[in-house]
Protein backbone atom coordinates (compact mmCIF):
# COMPACT_ATOMS: atom_id res chain seq x y z
CA UNK A 1 0.00 0.00 0.00
CA UNK A 2 1.39 3.24 -1.17
CA UNK A 3 0.56 7.05 0.77
CA UNK A 4 -1.42 9.08 -1.72
CA UNK A 5 -0.28 12.26 -1.03
CA UNK A 6 -2.42 15.47 -1.21
CA UNK A 7 -1.95 19.35 -0.51
CA UNK A 8 1.74 17.88 1.62
CA UNK A 9 -0.52 15.53 3.18
CA UNK A 10 0.25 11.11 2.96
CA UNK A 11 -2.75 9.21 3.50
CA UNK A 12 -2.78 5.46 3.79
CA UNK A 13 -6.62 4.10 3.09
CA UNK A 14 -7.01 0.60 4.05
CA UNK A 15 -10.14 -1.42 3.75
CA UNK A 16 -12.04 -3.45 5.96
CA UNK A 17 -10.44 -5.85 8.48
CA UNK A 18 -7.50 -3.99 10.21
CA UNK A 19 -6.19 -6.70 12.63
CA UNK A 20 -3.09 -8.80 13.54
CA UNK A 21 -3.86 -11.04 10.39
CA UNK A 22 -5.02 -8.30 7.94
CA UNK A 23 -3.12 -5.68 8.62
CA UNK A 24 0.43 -7.22 7.66
CA UNK A 25 -0.98 -7.11 4.19
CA UNK A 26 -1.13 -3.97 3.46
CA UNK A 27 2.02 -3.21 4.28
CA UNK A 28 4.95 -5.00 1.80
CA UNK A 29 8.58 -4.40 2.75
CA UNK A 30 8.71 -2.12 -0.82
CA UNK A 31 5.97 -0.19 0.50
CA UNK A 32 7.71 0.41 4.02
CA UNK A 33 10.86 1.87 2.43
CA UNK A 34 8.93 4.16 0.20
CA UNK A 35 7.30 5.40 3.12
CA UNK A 36 10.48 6.19 5.01
CA UNK A 37 11.62 8.58 1.63
CA UNK A 38 8.12 10.08 1.69
CA UNK A 39 8.22 13.50 0.16
CA UNK A 40 5.01 15.01 2.53
CA UNK A 41 4.28 17.09 5.66
CA UNK A 42 2.79 14.63 7.54
CA UNK A 43 2.20 11.22 7.15
CA UNK A 44 -1.67 9.55 8.52
CA UNK A 45 -3.49 6.68 8.57
CA UNK A 46 -6.81 6.69 7.45
CA UNK A 47 -9.78 4.89 8.96
CA UNK A 48 -12.68 6.00 6.79
CA UNK A 49 -12.96 2.16 5.45
CA UNK A 50 -12.09 0.73 7.97
CA UNK A 51 -14.81 -1.63 9.15
CA UNK A 52 -13.30 -3.37 12.59
CA UNK A 53 -9.72 -3.01 13.79
CA UNK A 54 -7.87 -3.86 16.90
CA UNK A 55 -5.39 -3.15 18.86
CA UNK A 56 -2.86 -5.18 17.09
CA UNK A 57 -4.05 -4.34 13.93
CA UNK A 58 -3.11 -0.73 14.57
CA UNK A 59 -0.30 -1.25 15.79
CA UNK A 60 1.36 -2.66 12.54
CA UNK A 61 0.72 0.92 11.24
CA UNK A 62 1.58 2.82 14.12
CA UNK A 63 4.77 1.08 14.47
CA UNK A 64 5.43 2.29 10.28
CA UNK A 65 4.29 5.89 11.01
CA UNK A 66 6.51 6.31 14.48
CA UNK A 67 9.31 5.05 12.49
CA UNK A 68 8.83 7.49 9.86
CA UNK A 69 8.41 10.46 11.84
CA UNK A 70 11.82 9.47 13.54
CA UNK A 71 13.29 9.43 9.87
CA UNK A 72 11.96 12.39 8.23
CA UNK A 73 10.77 14.73 11.45
CA UNK A 74 6.90 14.96 10.69
CA UNK A 75 3.81 15.04 12.14
CA UNK A 76 2.25 11.25 11.86
CA UNK A 77 -1.14 9.84 13.29
CA UNK A 78 -4.75 8.74 12.09
CA UNK A 79 -7.67 10.38 10.50
CA UNK A 80 -10.75 9.95 9.84
CA UNK A 81 -12.58 8.30 12.49
CA UNK A 82 -15.70 8.88 14.64
CA UNK A 83 -16.35 9.60 18.13
CA UNK A 84 -16.64 5.44 19.19
CA UNK A 85 -12.97 4.92 17.23
CA UNK A 86 -11.92 8.14 18.72
CA UNK A 87 -12.95 6.54 21.92
CA UNK A 88 -11.35 3.53 21.44
CA UNK A 89 -7.69 4.46 20.23
CA UNK A 90 -7.34 6.68 23.58
CA UNK A 91 -8.56 3.49 25.48
CA UNK A 92 -5.59 1.51 23.76
CA UNK A 93 -3.05 4.08 23.87
CA UNK A 94 -3.64 6.03 26.98
CA UNK A 95 -3.71 9.78 27.04
CA UNK A 96 -0.57 10.66 25.96
CA UNK A 97 0.19 9.84 22.67
CA UNK A 98 3.12 9.54 20.58
CA UNK A 99 1.03 10.14 17.13
CA UNK A 100 -1.78 12.82 16.86
CA UNK A 101 -4.99 12.35 16.11
CA UNK A 102 -6.80 14.16 13.37
CA UNK A 103 -11.08 13.66 13.33
CA UNK A 104 -10.99 14.34 9.25
CA UNK A 105 -8.21 15.55 6.47
CA UNK A 106 -9.62 18.85 6.31
CA UNK A 107 -8.51 19.54 10.03
CA UNK A 108 -5.05 17.41 9.48
CA UNK A 109 -4.39 19.97 6.63
CA UNK A 110 -4.24 22.77 8.82
CA UNK A 111 -2.04 21.57 11.08
CA UNK A 112 0.35 20.25 8.04
CA UNK A 113 0.17 23.69 6.01
CA UNK A 114 1.29 26.94 6.31
CA UNK A 115 -1.09 29.95 4.74
CA UNK A 116 -0.90 33.21 4.49
CA UNK A 117 -3.71 34.19 2.32
CA UNK A 118 -6.58 31.23 3.24
CA UNK A 119 -6.80 32.19 7.25
CA UNK A 120 -9.61 30.13 8.91
CA UNK A 121 -11.34 30.79 11.83
CA UNK A 122 -10.97 28.03 13.97
CA UNK A 123 -13.41 26.82 17.47
CA UNK A 124 -11.46 24.64 19.55
CA UNK A 125 -11.69 22.75 22.60
CA UNK A 126 -10.01 19.48 23.96
CA UNK A 127 -10.67 19.15 27.39
CA UNK A 128 -6.80 18.70 28.25
CA UNK A 129 -5.72 22.35 28.70
CA UNK A 130 -2.32 21.54 27.59
CA UNK A 131 -3.23 20.00 24.12
CA UNK A 132 -5.78 22.92 23.91
CA UNK A 133 -2.57 25.43 24.31
CA UNK A 134 -0.70 23.31 22.59
CA UNK A 135 -2.72 22.96 19.06
CA UNK A 136 -3.53 26.79 19.52
CA UNK A 137 0.05 27.84 19.09
CA UNK A 138 0.27 25.42 16.12
CA UNK A 139 -2.96 27.10 14.51
CA UNK A 140 -1.06 30.46 14.83
CA UNK A 141 1.99 29.40 13.39
CA UNK A 142 0.24 27.87 10.29
CA UNK A 143 -1.80 31.51 9.76
CA UNK A 144 -5.27 30.15 11.22
CA UNK A 145 -7.01 32.48 14.18
CA UNK A 146 -7.83 29.78 17.17
CA UNK A 147 -10.97 30.48 19.29
CA UNK A 148 -10.43 28.61 22.79
CA UNK A 149 -12.93 27.16 24.65
CA UNK A 150 -11.83 26.37 28.19
CA UNK A 151 -14.90 24.16 28.77
CA UNK A 152 -17.47 21.50 27.59
CA UNK A 153 -20.26 24.03 28.32
CA UNK A 154 -18.42 26.98 26.54
CA UNK A 155 -17.95 24.51 23.60
CA UNK A 156 -21.67 24.10 23.00
CA UNK A 157 -22.48 27.83 23.47
CA UNK A 158 -19.66 29.16 21.10
CA UNK A 159 -20.74 25.84 18.64
CA UNK A 160 -24.65 27.17 19.11
CA UNK A 161 -24.00 30.85 18.66
CA UNK A 162 -24.52 33.30 15.41
CA UNK A 163 -20.89 33.86 15.08
CA UNK A 164 -19.86 31.26 12.33
CA UNK A 165 -16.60 28.83 12.55
CA UNK A 166 -14.69 27.71 9.36
CA UNK A 167 -13.49 24.61 11.46
CA UNK A 168 -14.58 22.86 14.70
CA UNK A 169 -11.85 21.12 16.47
CA UNK A 170 -12.97 18.91 19.36
CA UNK A 171 -12.23 15.01 19.03
CA UNK A 172 -8.83 15.47 18.06
CA UNK A 173 -5.31 16.26 19.38
CA UNK A 174 -1.61 16.45 19.16
CA UNK A 175 0.93 13.67 19.53
CA UNK A 176 4.10 13.59 21.46
CA UNK A 177 7.42 11.64 21.29
CA UNK A 178 8.34 12.53 25.04
CA UNK A 179 8.05 10.24 27.06
CA UNK A 180 8.25 12.42 30.02
CA UNK A 181 5.40 12.77 32.98
CA UNK A 182 2.61 15.12 31.46
CA UNK A 183 1.51 18.70 33.13
CA UNK A 184 -0.34 21.47 32.57
CA UNK A 185 -1.52 24.70 34.61
CA UNK A 186 -4.70 25.56 36.15
CA UNK A 187 -5.34 28.59 38.88
CA UNK A 188 -1.28 29.41 38.05
CA UNK A 189 -0.89 25.61 39.89
CA UNK A 190 1.46 23.34 37.78
CA UNK A 191 -0.06 19.89 37.90
CA UNK A 192 2.05 16.90 36.94
CA UNK A 193 0.16 13.74 36.07
CA UNK A 194 1.36 10.25 37.99
CA UNK A 195 0.19 6.48 37.06
CA UNK A 196 0.94 3.13 37.79
CA UNK A 197 3.91 1.84 40.05
CA UNK A 198 6.06 5.01 41.02
CA UNK A 199 9.76 3.21 41.77
CA UNK A 200 12.95 4.55 40.19
CA UNK A 201 11.86 5.44 36.67
CA UNK A 202 9.80 7.91 37.90
CA UNK A 203 12.41 10.49 37.97
CA UNK A 204 13.50 9.41 34.34
CA UNK A 205 10.13 10.50 33.31
CA UNK A 206 10.07 13.79 35.50
CA UNK A 207 11.63 16.61 33.35
CA UNK A 208 13.58 18.20 36.27
CA UNK A 209 15.37 21.07 33.73
CA UNK A 210 11.57 22.20 33.11
CA UNK A 211 10.04 22.29 36.63
CA UNK A 212 13.36 24.18 37.92
CA UNK A 213 12.61 26.49 35.15
CA UNK A 214 9.15 26.35 36.24
CA UNK A 215 10.09 27.73 39.41
CA UNK A 216 12.00 30.09 38.21
CA UNK A 217 9.47 32.05 36.39
CA UNK A 218 7.69 32.12 39.37
CA UNK A 219 5.73 29.26 40.26
CA UNK A 220 4.60 28.07 43.40
CA UNK A 221 2.07 25.17 43.47
CA UNK A 222 3.06 22.26 42.28
CA UNK A 223 0.21 19.38 42.34
CA UNK A 224 0.69 15.26 41.75
CA UNK A 225 -2.85 14.06 39.86
CA UNK A 226 -1.85 10.79 41.48
CA UNK A 227 -5.67 9.03 41.43
CA UNK A 228 -3.78 6.24 38.70
CA UNK A 229 -1.20 5.75 41.19
CA UNK A 230 -1.15 1.88 42.22
CA UNK A 231 1.62 2.19 44.86
CA UNK A 232 4.97 3.18 45.70
CA UNK A 233 8.58 1.90 46.64
CA UNK A 234 11.33 3.70 48.25
CA UNK A 235 12.83 5.61 44.88
CA UNK A 236 8.74 7.14 44.69
CA UNK A 237 9.33 8.25 48.06
CA UNK A 238 12.48 9.70 47.49
CA UNK A 239 11.27 11.43 44.29
CA UNK A 240 8.84 13.61 46.29
CA UNK A 241 11.26 14.03 49.09
CA UNK A 242 13.52 15.46 46.51
CA UNK A 243 11.34 18.02 45.30
CA UNK A 244 10.31 19.38 48.55
CA UNK A 245 13.67 19.52 49.95
CA UNK A 246 14.70 21.48 46.47
CA UNK A 247 11.22 23.41 46.63
CA UNK A 248 12.11 25.35 49.91
CA UNK A 249 14.58 27.61 48.91
CA UNK A 250 11.71 28.78 46.48
CA UNK A 251 8.72 28.95 48.73
CA UNK A 252 7.15 26.45 47.39
CA UNK A 253 4.08 24.31 47.85
CA UNK A 254 3.61 20.44 47.06
CA UNK A 255 0.44 18.79 47.11
CA UNK A 256 -0.63 14.89 46.13
CA UNK A 257 -4.10 14.76 45.36
CA UNK A 258 -5.60 12.25 45.04
CA UNK A 259 -3.65 8.87 46.17
CA UNK A 260 -5.00 5.61 47.97
CA UNK A 261 -3.02 5.12 50.60
CA UNK A 262 -4.17 2.36 51.53
CA UNK A 263 -2.28 0.85 48.17
CA UNK A 264 1.04 2.61 50.07
CA UNK A 265 3.58 0.97 52.90
CA UNK A 266 2.16 2.40 56.07
CA UNK A 267 5.18 4.55 57.13
CA UNK A 268 5.23 6.37 53.93
CA UNK A 269 2.84 8.59 54.34
CA UNK A 270 3.96 10.09 57.49
CA UNK A 271 7.55 10.35 55.71
CA UNK A 272 5.74 12.37 53.09
CA UNK A 273 4.05 14.97 55.66
CA UNK A 274 7.37 15.18 57.56
CA UNK A 275 8.85 16.34 53.71
CA UNK A 276 6.20 19.05 53.79
CA UNK A 277 4.22 17.63 51.47
CA UNK A 278 -0.02 18.54 52.05
CA UNK A 279 -3.28 15.60 50.74
CA UNK A 280 -6.31 16.15 49.20
CA UNK A 281 -9.31 13.59 47.87
CA UNK A 282 -9.82 16.00 44.80
CA UNK A 283 -8.39 18.59 42.65
CA UNK A 284 -11.62 20.48 43.24
CA UNK A 285 -10.20 21.26 47.27
CA UNK A 286 -7.69 23.44 45.82
CA UNK A 287 -8.20 24.73 42.79
CA UNK A 288 -12.09 25.42 43.99
CA UNK A 289 -11.29 27.38 47.05
CA UNK A 290 -9.58 30.82 46.08
CA UNK A 291 -8.65 31.48 49.52
CA UNK A 292 -6.83 27.86 49.85
CA UNK A 293 -4.94 28.70 46.25
CA UNK A 294 -3.92 31.79 47.32
CA UNK A 295 -2.72 31.13 50.78
CA UNK A 296 -0.67 27.72 48.79
CA UNK A 297 1.08 29.98 46.10
CA UNK A 298 -1.49 29.52 43.00
CA UNK A 299 -2.15 32.86 43.30
CA UNK A 300 0.85 35.26 44.39
CA UNK A 301 4.87 34.17 43.07
CA UNK A 302 6.70 34.46 46.42
CA UNK A 303 10.35 36.29 46.76
CA UNK A 304 12.58 35.35 44.16
CA UNK A 305 15.54 33.14 44.30
CA UNK A 306 18.50 35.41 44.64
CA UNK A 307 20.14 34.38 41.85
CA UNK A 308 23.62 35.53 39.76
CA UNK A 309 22.88 34.45 36.66
CA UNK A 310 23.30 37.38 34.27
CA UNK A 311 22.25 37.71 31.00
CA UNK A 312 24.81 36.98 27.98
CA UNK A 313 25.27 37.95 24.61
CA UNK A 314 24.35 35.14 23.12
CA UNK A 315 20.66 35.80 24.78
CA UNK A 316 20.94 39.50 23.41
CA UNK A 317 21.98 38.25 20.21
CA UNK A 318 18.53 36.62 19.76
CA UNK A 319 16.34 39.34 20.48
CA UNK A 320 15.37 39.96 17.58
CA UNK A 321 13.59 36.74 17.08
CA UNK A 322 12.08 37.92 20.41
CA UNK A 323 10.62 40.63 19.34
CA UNK A 324 9.71 39.47 16.02
CA UNK A 325 7.37 36.65 17.34
CA UNK A 326 5.92 39.09 20.50
CA UNK A 327 4.89 42.04 17.64
CA UNK A 328 3.91 39.42 15.19
CA UNK A 329 1.42 37.86 17.33
CA UNK A 330 0.16 41.33 19.33
CA UNK A 331 -0.28 43.14 15.72
CA UNK A 332 -2.56 40.31 14.97
CA UNK A 333 -4.48 40.33 17.63
CA UNK A 334 -4.82 44.11 18.17
CA UNK A 335 -5.08 44.78 14.16
CA UNK A 336 -2.41 47.54 15.01
CA UNK A 337 1.32 48.21 14.30
CA UNK A 338 3.64 48.33 16.96
CA UNK A 339 5.94 51.21 17.49
CA UNK A 340 8.75 50.92 19.47
CA UNK A 341 9.54 53.76 21.93
CA UNK A 342 13.24 52.40 23.99
CA UNK A 343 15.44 49.85 24.24
CA UNK A 344 17.17 49.89 27.43
CA UNK A 345 19.32 47.23 29.08
CA UNK A 346 18.49 47.43 33.09
CA UNK A 347 16.56 45.32 36.21
CA UNK A 348 12.83 45.85 35.05
CA UNK A 349 11.54 49.34 35.46
CA UNK A 350 7.57 50.24 35.72
CA UNK A 351 5.78 52.63 36.53
CA UNK A 352 4.34 52.86 40.43
CA UNK A 353 0.38 51.83 40.21
CA UNK A 354 0.17 50.43 37.24
CA UNK A 355 -2.98 48.39 36.83
CA UNK A 356 -1.16 45.95 34.28
CA UNK A 357 -1.17 42.35 34.27
CA UNK A 358 2.21 40.34 33.29
CA UNK A 359 2.83 36.44 32.12
CA UNK A 360 6.74 34.93 32.46
CA UNK A 361 7.82 32.33 30.19
CA UNK A 362 10.61 30.36 30.83
CA UNK A 363 13.05 28.72 27.38
CA UNK A 364 15.97 26.22 28.37
CA UNK A 365 17.85 24.13 25.96
CA UNK A 366 20.91 25.18 24.06
CA UNK A 367 20.11 28.30 25.51
CA UNK A 368 17.90 29.30 28.46
CA UNK A 369 16.41 32.57 30.42
CA UNK A 370 12.90 34.15 31.08
CA UNK A 371 10.48 35.99 28.70
CA UNK A 372 8.16 38.99 30.84
CA UNK A 373 5.23 40.26 29.03
CA UNK A 374 3.53 43.06 30.57
CA UNK A 375 -0.16 44.22 28.98
CA UNK A 376 -2.35 47.28 29.56
CA UNK A 377 -5.82 45.63 30.45
CA UNK A 378 -7.18 47.04 27.15
CA UNK A 379 -4.96 44.27 25.54
CA UNK A 380 -5.55 41.72 27.45
CA UNK A 381 -9.27 42.41 26.54
CA UNK A 382 -8.57 42.24 23.14
CA UNK A 383 -6.55 38.99 23.53
CA UNK A 384 -9.78 38.28 25.44
CA UNK A 385 -12.55 38.43 22.89
CA UNK A 386 -10.60 36.68 20.48
CA UNK A 387 -8.97 33.74 21.92
CA UNK A 388 -12.12 32.86 23.99
CA UNK A 389 -14.93 35.44 22.37
CA UNK A 390 -15.21 36.75 25.47
CA UNK A 391 -16.36 40.13 26.14
CA UNK A 392 -16.23 42.68 29.60
CA UNK A 393 -14.70 39.49 31.27
CA UNK A 394 -13.54 39.11 34.68
CA UNK A 395 -9.62 38.83 36.01
CA UNK A 396 -9.63 35.31 35.74
CA UNK A 397 -10.81 34.93 32.21
CA UNK A 398 -8.45 37.70 31.15
CA UNK A 399 -5.43 36.01 32.88
CA UNK A 400 -6.56 32.74 31.72
CA UNK A 401 -6.58 34.51 27.95
CA UNK A 402 -2.89 36.02 29.05
CA UNK A 403 -1.72 32.48 29.03
CA UNK A 404 -2.74 31.50 26.18
CA UNK A 405 -1.45 34.83 24.36
CA UNK A 406 1.68 33.71 26.40
CA UNK A 407 1.53 29.99 25.14
CA UNK A 408 1.42 31.59 21.34
CA UNK A 409 4.15 33.86 21.37
CA UNK A 410 6.57 31.24 22.98
CA UNK A 411 5.64 28.99 20.52
CA UNK A 412 6.73 31.40 17.54
CA UNK A 413 9.90 31.97 19.83
CA UNK A 414 10.58 28.18 19.92
CA UNK A 415 9.97 27.81 16.21
CA UNK A 416 12.16 30.98 15.13
CA UNK A 417 15.24 29.51 17.49
CA UNK A 418 14.93 26.47 15.80
CA UNK A 419 14.96 27.26 12.20
CA UNK A 420 18.07 29.31 13.54
CA UNK A 421 19.67 26.13 14.90
CA UNK A 422 19.23 26.44 18.34
CA UNK A 423 17.28 23.93 20.37
CA UNK A 424 15.01 24.90 23.56
CA UNK A 425 11.53 23.71 25.34
CA UNK A 426 9.53 26.29 26.92
CA UNK A 427 7.14 26.08 30.11
CA UNK A 428 3.73 26.93 30.64
CA UNK A 429 2.84 30.41 31.25
CA UNK A 430 2.80 31.91 34.85
CA UNK A 431 0.05 34.82 35.17
CA UNK A 432 0.30 37.64 37.72
CA UNK A 433 -3.28 39.95 37.95
CA UNK A 434 -0.66 43.16 39.64
CA UNK A 435 3.04 44.13 38.21
CA UNK A 436 4.33 43.97 42.02
CA UNK A 437 4.10 40.21 41.99
CA UNK A 438 6.38 40.02 39.13
CA UNK A 439 9.30 42.57 40.28
CA UNK A 440 8.94 40.08 43.55
CA UNK A 441 10.02 37.18 40.72
CA UNK A 442 12.28 39.13 38.38
CA UNK A 443 13.85 41.13 41.05
CA UNK A 444 17.01 43.33 40.46
CA UNK A 445 18.17 41.08 37.66
CA UNK A 446 19.57 42.46 34.54
CA UNK A 447 17.80 42.26 31.43
CA UNK A 448 16.82 43.86 28.13
CA UNK A 449 13.59 45.87 28.25
CA UNK A 450 11.59 47.00 25.20
CA UNK A 451 8.78 49.38 25.37
CA UNK A 452 6.56 50.16 22.31
CA UNK A 453 2.94 50.64 21.92
CA UNK A 454 -0.15 48.97 20.13
CA UNK A 455 -2.72 51.47 19.15
CA UNK A 456 -1.20 54.06 22.01
CA UNK A 457 -1.67 51.02 24.30
CA UNK A 458 1.73 50.33 26.38
CA UNK A 459 3.43 47.28 26.18
CA UNK A 460 6.74 45.79 27.98
CA UNK A 461 8.59 43.06 26.99
CA UNK A 462 11.68 42.48 28.96
CA UNK A 463 14.20 39.49 28.36
CA UNK A 464 16.57 38.20 31.47
CA UNK A 465 17.72 34.90 33.07
Avoid at 30 to 54: Q, T, W
Avoid at 179 to 205: E, H, K, M, P, W
Avoid at 404 to 429: C, H, W, Y
Amino acid sequence: MRAVITNGVGILSPQGFLDGTNAPTYLTLSDVNNLRNINANMLLLSLKSVVFFNKNGLDIFIKVLLDVHDRKKIPVGIVDYNKVKYDTIIRYYGASLRFSLFSNQKIAGLFANKTKDDSLNVLLYHKDPSQRSAMAIELYNHGHNPVIAQNKEEYETKKRAKKSYDIIIDSSELGTSSNTISSRVSGNAVIYTLNNFLDASVQDSFDIIYHTNSLNVGFRLFLFDSFNVTSMNIHGLNFFTMLSNAGAEYDATFAIIGMDFNKIPINFKNDLEDAGLMFFESMEDILGNKTLLHELGGASAGTAKKSKRMITKPIIGELPKFIEATVSTMEMMTNSIAVKKSVNLNSLQLEEGSDSIASSIGFYGQMDGMIILIFPKSIAQKACELLLGEENADMDVLLDALAEFGNIIAGRVKVLMQEGGLSVDITLPRTYDNVESILDVVGDKKGVQVEMTFADDQFTFFLTR
